[in-house]
């Protein structure tokens, strides 16, 4: 079909040998795309026009927001793609594009939810001095450090995908594009691309998590020298919402990578339905939580109902 194999489209997978329920399949998976992008797309909206939300907190929670939202509309197009036409081929540089975004906002996220986890150690432990720790030029260096991070730390495991040969079969195990399906493709050697990863998830993922759970054993020592246990809650309920996005967001990980590295012999379709669990979930659950959690943001929720009940 194509001259050169080594350049040919990559083919996409949805669920094997549940083709003919695809449509069906493409359901749900449309609810929970547009309830992300409604969620967060909403919470964006009331930090927006809410000056009560003008705080750090919120700053760093409108970035946890754009990520989740951005992506979605990376995966959301081939997937739904593959779910409602079966339009399977995607040309190399759009997948390799898609697997450097999917892959660098994964790191972004956890970064956010690093300084999301600084920001509740300071407004515990240091609440006297939170206004002049966490300036709004601080707040952005912070941002910026969290994107550059994700951002220039896949290039190097990505970039030579651009130049390998492929000469295998050209049909990649999801609706998208991973780094760790497409390298296994390619006619090269990819003692690298094995290994760049493992590091930079042990750097990343794994480092994060162990400072965020540092971060919160100094909270709750702090939190549990209050004399009021009034008080002692209050500072303890404002970290509900974080904690329980970071174990969305890091149960979801731990489950893909021992599926993954453990689960050979799990049933292939088991495989990628928790890799979009894992592309899926924590978007979802993220703007719910806060919803629930945060008594600011459902202030803000009901005022905006009233002002459109009274328009």
């Known amino acids: 079909m194509w001259p050169n194999i080594s350049a040919s489209p990559f083919l996409l997978t949805g669920f094997p040998d549940m083709e003919a329920a695809h449509h069906w399949i493409s359901i749900p998976f449309f609810v929970i795309y547009v309830s992300v992008l409604l969620g967060n797309g909403t919470l964006l909206y009331l930090i927006k026009n809410d000056c009560r939300l003008q705080e750090p907190l919120y700053y760093f929670l409108t970035m946890l927001a754009v990520t989740?939202?951005?992506?979605?509309?990376?995966?959301?197009?081939?997937?739904?793609?593959v779910l409602w036409v079966n339009h399977r081929e995607i040309s190399q540089g759009a997948c390799f594009l898609q697997a450097y975004f999917i892959h660098s906002l994964s790191i972004v996220e956890s970064g956010v939810l690093l300084a999301m986890a600084y920001d509740r150690f300071v407004a515990i432990c240091a609440p006297l001095r939170y206004n002049s720790i966490l300036t709004n030029s601080r707040v952005m260096k912070i941002g910026l450090g969290v994107l550059l991070r994700g951002f220039i730390s896949l290039i190097p495991p990505i970039l030579p995908l651009s130049w390998f040969p492929y000469c295998h079969s050209h049909v990649l195990s999801h609706a998208f594009c991973l780094h760790q399906d497409v390298m296994k493709l390619a006619c090269a050697d990819i003692t690298f691309n094995h290994l760049y990863p493992v590091v930079l998830v042990a750097l990343t993922f794994f480092l994060d998590?162990?400072?965020?759970?540092?971060?919160?054993?100094?909270?709750?020592?702090?939190?549990?020298?209050?004399?009021?246990?009034?008080?002692?809650?209050?500072?303890?309920?404002?970290?509900?919402?974080?904690?329980?996005?970071?174990l969305v967001f890091y149960i979801t990980v731990i489950g893909l990578t021992f599926i993954h590295r453990f689960g050979k012999h799990a049933p292939h379709v088991v495989r990628i339905t928790m890799s979009y669990v894992y592309f899926l979930f924590p978007p979802f659950m993220n703007p719910i939580i806060y919803s629930i959690k945060t008594k600011q943001i459902q202030r803000s929720i009901i005022c905006l109902f009233s002002v459109y009940n009274r328009a």
Do not use: Q
């Open 68 to 81: 989740d939202v951005t992506v979605t509309l990376t995966t959301m197009p081939t997937v739904m793609g």
């Open 209 to 246: 998590a162990l400072i965020i759970v540092f971060s919160y054993v100094l909270i709750l020592k702090t939190a549990m020298g209050i004399a009021s246990g009034e008080a002692r809650a209050k500072a303890l309920n404002t970290c509900v919402s974080h904690i329980s996005c970071v």
